[in-house]
C-alpha cells in the first residue's frame, strides 16, 4: 500500500513499520526507540535478532543521541559523505535499544541524502531503525514495486522513486580515532582514506567479520554463475542445456544470440552499473530461467561494492 508523507509520519509515531526510500535502497523503517515497532522490522524480514539495524537520522546533531563518542575522525567522515551512502559504526550510548544494535556495543548511523526521506526526518524528529526492505537474504529493493512485490501489499510504502546510489551504504567502523571498512559501497576505500589521511587500521584485503554479513545476502531466487570472459559465458550457455538469462557488464553490446536468451547488457559505468543492478538483477529473476549468467566487470577497487554484491548473489564469498 502506498502512503504519503504525513500518512508515513503518522504510521511511524504510532510504532507501525513503513518502507522508506533512500538514495541507495529502500528501507525498511521503525521508530529506533520503539522496541515493539523494532521487532516488527525483524519479524517481517524474518531476519535473524544478531543482525543488527542502521539507524537513520535527519542531522549530524543527533549523533550523540546514539552514539557515546564522536572523535574527531568520526566528524571528519560526516562532514564529507553525510548526507550520503556511508554509515558510521560508533560506541553505542547504553541507551540505544540492544534490539537496534543486536547487543552489540556499537551502534551504526547514517544522514541519507534522498530529499523526501530527509524531511520525513526533520519533520518527524524521528530516528529511523531501517534495514532494506526486502526478504533476509533476497535482493534489496529499489523501487517502490520491488518492496510490494517482496514483502506484499499489506507493507506501508513511501514511494520516493527509484534510488539513485543503487546499492547499500559503505560502512566504516570509527574506534578510538581508527577506522575500518566493515561493508564496501558506492563510497570508496581510497575517498575514506583520503580524507582519513591515513590507511584503514587492519588491511581491507579481507573485510572482517562484521555482525550480519557473514550470510547469504542479495541472492535472487534463480541460481547465478559468474564469469569474468564473454566467450566462457557464451560457451557455457550454448552448451547447457538449461535456460538462461545473462547480465553483461560490458561497454561492447554484442548481438542477441537467440531470441530465447534474454541478456540485460549494462555499460562499464561502475555508478550506472550500481544503479540499475538491483532493478537488472529482479526483471532476470522474473523471467524464471533455470540460471543466471553474469559477466563480471574488472577487479578494481571502483567495482568492489559491485563485486561483492555479485558474488554474494552467485553464494560466492
Ligand atoms: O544503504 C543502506 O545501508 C541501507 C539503507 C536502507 O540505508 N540499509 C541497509 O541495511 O543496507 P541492512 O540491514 O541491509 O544492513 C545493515 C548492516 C548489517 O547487516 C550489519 O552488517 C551492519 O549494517 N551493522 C549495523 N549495525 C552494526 C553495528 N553496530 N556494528 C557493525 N555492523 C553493523
Ligand atoms: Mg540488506
Known sequence: MRVHLNQAIAKLKAGEVVAIPTETVYG???????????????????????????????????????????????????????PGPFTLVLPAKATVSTIVRANEPTVALRVPSHPLTLQLLKESGLALA????????????????????GLGEEVAVLDGGACQVGIESTIVSVIDNNWQLLRHGMITEAQIAAIAGKP??????????????????????TPVKLFDSYAALIEYQQRSAKTCAALIIDDNPSQPLSANFHCIHLPKKAAYVAEHLYESLHRLDALNVAQLLVLMPPNTPEWLAILDRLKRAAHNV
Open 28 to 82: 525498511l523503517a521503525a521508530d529506533a526507540t520503539n522496541e515493539l515497532a523494532l521487532r516488527q522490522i525483524y519479524t517481517i524480514k524474518q531476519r535473524p535478532a544478531d543482525n543488527p539495524l542502521i539507524v537513520h537520522i535527519g542531522d549530524v546533531a543527533q549523533v550523540l543521541d546514539w552514539a557515546s563518542e564522536f572523535s574527531p575522525l568520526a566528524q571528519q567522515f560526516a562532514t564529507a559523505f553525510w
Open 130 to 149: 531501517a534495514p532494506s526492505a526486502n526478504k533476509y537474504t533476497q535482493l534489496s529493493p529499489t523501487t517502490a514495486a520491488h518492496v510490494l512485490a
Open 200 to 221: 584503514a587500521l587492519v588491511s581491507t584485503a579481507k573485510l572482517p567479520k562484521a555482525p550480519g554479513q557473514h550470510i547469504l545476502h542479495y541472492s535472487p531466487k
